[in-house]
């Protein structure tokens, strides 16, 4: 079936460690997106790729990184920099070309900071 | 800056007692306006896309409209199972980035 699988879904780290989230779509869509989710402050937008070898930072960029070396592979490396990374993340991808702004969610991964 | 503003935080209806839930936006041209549901800890569910004012689009018990600052998205009759968070999102002409707001936690009363 097609769709996005975000990995792991759940995920422990201690403070000072970088961890990476993975996010893999089969639904051949050149936009890519990550969010964080906190409660009660909906989705924020950490970065945004709309082709290969190319992203953007969305509005909460510091202390995050990311790649896209394919089309389907859009990973997010939370890194130590990042000052309260215990959230909800979500990876989304979209087929850009077509304009419907249809945004295709995984499942989302929660990371927790010990 | 392209923003986005929902109304209420929270609502809690008894079943069939209709309702709307408000999106005022601001970004500088539209390309199209979004809203989702979300269960939680779940990923957004796409629901509709709206391009231009006027516009209105309907699903079940769901009916959303569009106006050149807002969207309305109107609940008839609301029955337990829509009981979720419904999110609003736009997209500027020219931006790949899209943008939301904080969302709307919606329970409905058997």
């Known amino acids: 079936d097609g769709g996005i699988t975000q990995s792991p879904k759940y995920l422990f780290r201690k403070e000072g460690q970088n961890v990476t989230l993975s996010c893999e779509q089969n639904?051949?869509?050149?936009?890519m997106y990550w969010y964080r989710q906190d409660p009660g402050q909906g989705l924020r937008l950490i970065y945004y790729?709309?082709?290969?070898?190319?992203?953007q930072k969305g509005d909460i960029a510091e202390g995050y990184s990311v790649s896209r070396e394919k089309k389907e592979s859009f990973p997010l490396t939370v890194t130590s920099a990042q000052k309260n990374p215990t959230a909800f993340y979500l990876c989304?991808?979209?087929?850009?070309?077509?304009?419907?702004?249809?945004?295709?969610f995984g499942e989302g991964s929660r990371l927790t900071v010990l | 800056e392209d923003q986005v503003t929902q109304s209420p935080e929270a609502l809690r209806l008894q079943e069939g007692e209709s309702s709307s839930l408000n999106c005022s936006y601001t970004v500088s041209g539209l390309r199209g306006l979004f809203w989702y549901r979300q269960d939680p800890g779940k990923g957004p569910e796409f629901l509709f896309t709206l391009y231009s004012a006027g516009e209105e689009k309907e699903k079940e018990r769901l009916k959303a409209t569009l106006t050149k600052k807002e969207s309305f998205l109107h609940i008839t009759a609301p029955k337990p199972e829509d009981s979720a968070t419904y999110l609003c999102?736009?997209?500027?002409?020219?931006?790949?980035?899209?943008?939301f707001g904080k969302g709307t936690r919606l329970h409905i009363l058997p």
């Open positions: 999102a736009v997209q500027a002409v020219g931006e790949g980035k899209i943008i």
């Open positions: 989304a991808s979209t087929n850009a070309r077509q304009g419907t702004g249809e945004l295709f």
């Open positions: 790729s709309q082709i290969v070898n190319d992203f």
């Open positions: 639904l051949n869509h050149d936009a």
